[in-house]
């Protein structure tokens, strides 16, 4: 028999929930490649629990159970979408002055703020395993993967999860997990997805990088930007088609097709375990209008990768980004 262990009236149960909501989140956007279907489908997640609080057996078992409903809301989710991908996996590079192109925002995998997946606290080795089990790259890669060998890999080799519990969360055996994760591994070995960050920077590095980029942008200086990248860094933009490799054609570009950027002004942020960027265009008003959300990916020492993902004041909202920037406050 059920034992009630909450109703919505009960006070415990929503900050219950919410502790859950972090790793919920991380679990779906790395399911789903998009933080804005991420955090829909935790949202549905938690309405679903609420709903069926009383079927669930014993609060000690609330963490597996929320999964299991998560993993149910992606998949349905799943069912009839395409698979995201970066600019890179479509083609080759182009030149800078090559036509944009473009798709669906549906087609590319869109970024995520650190806050809403990476726990305040904890283990800070374990912390950063997170952080690099949401890089661009790998969560580009896990989009290869169909949803059952897709959430062996998370549940286990992200999240530790035991075999055993994983089989539980999918009504499935250990046997049946353990080869799902054996053909997850195999395809992620077979693929060559690119670019991306070849060596783990230390933080502190990371934010130099940053703080050197965000300083070299908002002055449009192209010889100490060009400083910081890669000679092979690549520059992507999505939902445009288009991406260039290579500092010439960064330049290029950037004096180019993008030379309305200049001017902007730059806040610091981070997403995908990454430190980013969020640019904001100047607008006819004075003001400064939301634009892009700039992932930096580095090796270590320069930047391997921009990627810049363009959006109004709803992708900037999630990262807890002002609307708009005033003269006064961008100076």
């Known amino acids: 028999m059920l034992l009630a262990v909450g109703h919505p009236s009960d006070p415990m149960l929503e900050s219950e929930l919410e502790r859950h909501r972090r790793s919920l989140t991380g679990y779906c956007y790395r399911m789903l490649g998009s933080g804005s279907e991420a955090e829909d489908a935790v949202q549905e997640t938690m309405v679903r629990a609420w709903r069926s609080v009383d079927r669930l057996e014993a609060r000690a078992a609330l963490q597996g159970w929320l999964y299991r409903i998560a993993h149910n809301v992606c998949c349905d989710m799943l069912a009839s979408a395409q698979r995201r991908a970066m600019p890179m996996d479509l083609g080759p590079a182009s030149p800078a002055d090559g036509a944009l192109g473009g798709l669906s925002e549906d087609a590319w995998v869109q970024p995520i703020a650190d806050a809403r997946v990476l726990p305040e606290d904890g283990d800070p080795a374990y912390v950063a395993e997170l952080r690099e089990s949401l890089r661009l ?53 077979a693929l060559d997805l690119e670019p991306g960050a070849v060596g783990a920077a230390r933080p502190g590095e990371e934010q130099r990088l940053l703080a050197a980029y965000i300083d070299a942008f908002e002055r449009y200086d192209m010889e100490a930007l060009t400083g910081l990248l890669r000679e092979d860094a690549a520059f992507t933009m999505p939902p445009f088609e288009l991406w260039v490799r290579g500092t010439e054609e960064i330049v290029a570009f950037m004096t180019g097709t993008g030379a309305k950027c200049e001017g902007s002004r730059v806040l610091a942020t981070a997403a995908n375990g990454s430190p980013a960027a969020a640019i ?18 580095t090796d270590g020492e320069r930047i391997a990768a921009l990627h810049h993902f363009l959006g109004g004041s709803e992708l900037f909202a999630s990262f807890g980004l002002p609307e708009l920037l005033d003269a006064q406050a961008a100076a």
Do not use: M
């Open 137 to 189: 790259a790998f969560v580009a890669a896990l989009q290869h993967l169909p949803p059952r060998q897709r959430a062996v890999l998370i549940l286990c080799e992200v999240l530790r999860w035991k075999a055993s519990e994983a089989a539980e969360l999918l009504e499935t055996s250990v046997a049946s997990v353990n080869s799902s994760l054996q053909r997850a591994r195999a395809t992620l070995a």
């Open 280 to 297: 904001y265009n100047p607008a006819a008003d004075g003001t400064f209008a939301p634009w892009a959300i700039v992932v930096l990916e």
